[in-house]
């Protein structure tokens, strides 16, 4: 491979490895957590919306917590759904996982 065409390679990887972090940052989460919040509570009714919360954690900033009723897990994970396409390739896996955490506490 002509040295080239090796360096438009690694300058490839380094790209995606930039992409790939950044879909883990703090607040790139953050603002996606937020976003699947504001999404859940629109699509739940009234009597439930205050049932839908993210809290971040001030000193762990990667560590967040979203409590929900049993009642409004459906329309988290439908709201976590519709913004998978959205999302960087990292984040859109840690959404996935977190939907099936979810999905698994509810029924526990």
């Known amino acids: ?63 967040f917590e979203f409590k929900t009723s049993r009642r409004a897990v459906d329309k988290v994970v439908e709201a976590i759904d519709a913004n998978l396409q959205a999302m960087p390739l990292a984040t859109r896996l840690y959404f996935q996982k977190l939907s099936e955490l979810i999905q698994a506490q509810a029924m526990a």
Do not use: C, F, N
């Open 1 to 63: 491979m002509p040295d080239g065409e090796e360096m438009r390679l690694i300058q490839r990887l380094v790209q995606e490895i930039e992409r790939l972090k950044l879909g883990l940052d703090p607040e790139v989460l953050a603002a996606w957590y937020r976003k699947v919040e504001m999404d859940a509570k629109a699509r739940a009714p009234d009597h439930l919306k205050d049932s839908i919360q993210v809290i971040r954690d001030p000193i762990l900033t990667m560590k």
